[in-house]
């Protein structure tokens, strides 16, 4: 799906309602999903460490606005760190990541960039949305509080604007039913598809996938999967996801990167990964993948 | 006994005075569990360090100690308190550091994960504090606030001996004049137990609110006598 | 009124007397608290309702009413049943009997804290009951116990000023009449927060040190 307008695309216009155009494609989606042009990701020799450990050595890749990319790999490769590095989860120990024109962590000032403060932070995030692989949904809060809370007093909707949005996505997730319920009285799938909607109720143009499905029971796994496919079909979020489930990866993405060791050894359509991956190690890891 | 059960106007007063001591306490001690104690989750060096002084020396410090200073020390100076102002603020300032403990403990165990969740929804970190961990960390709280409250309300029997006239006050009073010595101290010992357990049901019935607004089932019901008393005391 | 040095210095002497008979109370007092405790902790698990029952409500009757006031009935009533017990004995015996009932509830917790599957495994290796005590339930017990335990040691010293009230010269007592004689409180009463200050914020130095040795080994 094109953007519907021609600004930068890397540039977010705040406020900018389109909720015909999410609405259109999803049926009984009203409002729902970015409504915000996206933004493209840029990872410049970025460098992430836990103690002694090189999680990200001079890391370098970038997602175009709009794109939907996949990042495999074996466990402590560092894709989760991504993610986690572009929610400002943690911080990197060198190099810059830019969302949209923007610098994450930086501001420029005179020409040179300088660690930014919490306010950039929080300009920041706005853009960016993650959904968790344990859900995190506030055990405090019934399911329409969950949805509403952010968009009242972070993006300073009235109530009963952020209660239409939490409605039409909830609709969109398939749990309109569900707005009363607690959070610890749904199955991980349902939790799992209100913190999906969640995260689309503060419009980010990134979204952030970490391991959305490993968490559940298996049975669990194709709602899930089919709400992001619908999703992506639907809107023109730029998404960013970390998955072990390699049917799924085929699917949702434009591009697939392989990691081993805090580095990209292969990257391609994931035709051509899947199909006929050029590295050895990514053919190793295919086949222990599938044969789990 | 009967003499000492027709002195009841005398000792409902006084347990009147024990119950208005112990609520004002806890109070002022609840307030300041929540100020200290949240200074000591934040990031800044500053505000540990007040969290860390203010914990050390009120919880060293016994409140008797503390009680007779703010009214027989304190005057010296020339800063001069109503007898049970001293009360309460000696009682608060001491219950209130082993509540700070409480409070940062709680806030510290609500997982991390809800924090970074609340985090990428881009809430404040006073809007994080706010709507999100110190809500979780109310239901951790209530359980250990509970038995401070006990505690609290036992350490007001202290007040009597600086003349406040309070339910043990009232116990020696009568005790002088009827000479009935233990069906005195009896009755108030009964008086100060049915306090004491008023005082845990009004607790239980937050806990089970608490309970309720995170949706959890009930709290495993504490037979009374196995109320983890241990926590009062933890430092 | 400013601070006299001169004072202050006369005073220590008077008040480390104090000091020592805090001190001496509150370590018998912690010795019946930890002996009384176990007694009680065995009988809850008597299997006698009766016996169970009536333990868990003495227990909680003594642990939710004010130790000044047992204090007083110590001191004040048990003479008149012919038992007469000197302040400093009442106040330790008093001391005891109130912390019993908490070391009581920490022996308990510590042996409930073993893991089912433990006794599972002593029944399975058919131990008789006497080892299934003494080498599997009890060594994991103290190592849980040991930190609460310590807890209730600092506690306990730091409600020996009650003893004041039935006459016993501790450390805030000492301080006390001190005041009373020369009609200047400051001085002894502050040195006495001092005191108690000190020994806690040490104790409880010592006793994080100890936990960290019970959770490493």
């Not at chain 1, 959305?212 to 619908?230: F, H, K, M, N």
């Not at chain 2, 809430?123 to 409250?149: C, E, I, Y």
């Not at chain 2, 043990?168 to 000479?179: C, E, H, L, P, V």
Request: net charge positive.
């Amino acid at each position: 799906m094109p953007p519907t307008d021609l600004t930068s695309p890397a540039e977010p216009v705040p406020g900018k309602a389109a909720p015909g155009k999410a609405a259109g494609a999803l049926p009984g989606g009203g409002g729902a999903a970015s409504a915000r042009t996206p933004c493209g990701i840029t990872f410049e020799q970025v460098v992430k460490r836990f103690g002694d450990n090189v999680v990200l050595d001079h890391l370098d890749f970038a997602v175009g606005a709009g794109e939907r990319v996949t990042l495999i790999g074996p466990s402590g490769s560092g894709k989760t760190t991504i993610l986690r590095l572009l929610m400002t989860l943690e911080r990197p120990d060198g190099g810059v990541i830019r969302v949209g024109d923007d610098p994450l962590w930086h501001m420029e000032r005179g020409g040179k960039l300088v660690k930014a403060g919490e306010k950039h932070l929080h300009e920041m995030r706005k853009r960016i949305g993650m959904v968790f692989q344990q859900f995190n949904l506030f055990p405090n809060m019934n399911v329409l509080r969950n949805l509403t809370e952010g968009p009242v007093h972070v993006l300073g909707l009235s109530r009963d604007e952020a209660v239409e949005r939490a409605r039409g996505l909830l609709e969109l997730v398939g749990l309109a039913d569900k707005e009363d319920a607690h959070p610890t009285r749904l199955s991980g799938g349902q939790q799992q598809r209100v913190a999906i909607a969640r995260a689309l109720a503060m419009e980010p143009t990134v979204l952030l996938l970490d391991e959305v499905t490993s968490a559940l029971d298996p049975e669990l796994v194709v709602g899930v999967q089919d709400l992001l496919r619908d999703i992506a079909r639907s809107t023109d979020v730029t998404m960013l996801c970390v998955t072990h489930e390699m049917g799924f990866a085929r699917d949702i993405s434009d591009r697939v990167l392989m990691f081993d060791q805090g580095r990209i050894i292969e990257e391609g359509p994931p035709g051509t990964i899947f199909e006929e991956p050029r590295e050895e190690r990514t053919r190793a890891f295919l086949r222990a993948v599938l044969a789990s | 006994m009967s003499e000492v059960l027709d002195s009841y106007p005398l000792l409902l007063r006084g347990a009147w005075t024990t119950v208005q001591i112990t609520v004002y306490g806890a109070v002022f001690a609840l307030v300041l569990a929540l100020a200290f104690g949240l200074a000591g989750t934040a990031r800044g060096r500053l505000l540990r360090a007040v969290n860390r002084i203010y914990v050390e020396f009120f919880r060293g410090v016994a409140a008797l100690v503390l009680m007779y200073w703010f009214f027989y020390a304190l005057p010296l100076l020339g800063l001069r308190f109503t007898p049970i102002a001293a009360a309460v603020l000696a009682i608060g300032l001491n219950y209130g550091a082993y509540g700070a403990e409480v409070v940062r403990g709680s806030v510290e165990a609500v997982p991390r994960a809800q924090w970074e969740a609340a985090c990428a929804l881009n809430f404040t970190a006073a809007q994080r504090m706010r709507r999100v961990l110190l809500p979780q960390a109310t239901a951790l709280m209530l359980p250990p606030f509970g038995n401070l409250l006990i505690e609290l309300m036992k350490a007001t029997a202290g007040v009597s001996l600086v003349s406040i006239a309070d339910l043990t006050f009232r116990a020696k009073q009568i005790q002088a004049s009827t000479g009935q010595t233990a069906a005195t101290f009896a009755v108030i010992l009964v008086m100060y137990f049915v306090i004491a357990q008023a005082l845990q049901v009004l607790v239980r019935i937050a806990e089970r609110r608490t309970a309720r607004m995170l949706g959890r089932g009930l709290p495993p019901r504490r037979s009374p006598a196995a109320a983890p008393a241990g926590e009062a005391v933890l430092p | 009124m400013n601070w006299d040095w001169n004072y202050t210095g006369k005073l220590i002497p008077d008040l480390l007397d104090g000091l020592r008979v805090t001190v001496t109370a509150t370590l018998l007092g912690y010795l019946i608290a930890l002996a009384l405790g176990l007694v009680w902790t065995l009988l809850r698990r008597s299997p006698n309702p009766l016996v169970h029952q009536t333990v868990r409500w003495v227990t909680e009757f003594v642990r939710s009413t004010p130790l000044l006031v047992q204090l007083f009935f110590l001191f004040y009533v048990l003479p008149s049943w012919g038992i007469t017990l000197g302040a400093l004995t009442a106040g330790i015996v008093g001391l005891g009997l109130h912390y019993s009932t908490y070391t009581a509830e920490v022996y308990r917790a510590g042996i409930e804290d073993v893991p089912r599957g433990q006794w599972e495994a002593a029944t399975a290796l058919n131990l008789p009951r006497r080892r299934v005590w003494a080498g599997v339930v009890l060594p994991q017990a103290v190592r849980r116990v040991v930190p609460s335990l310590g807890n209730y040691l600092i506690a306990l010293f730091k409600d020996t000023p009650f003893l004041f009230g039935i006459t016993v010269t501790e450390l805030l007592g000492s301080a006390f009449d001190e005041g009373a004689h020369t009609l200047k409180y400051l001085e002894p009463i502050t040195v006495a927060g001092l005191f108690f200050i000190a020994v806690s914020v040490v104790s409880s130095l010592a006793l994080r040190r100890l936990e960290k040795h019970y959770a490493t080994h």
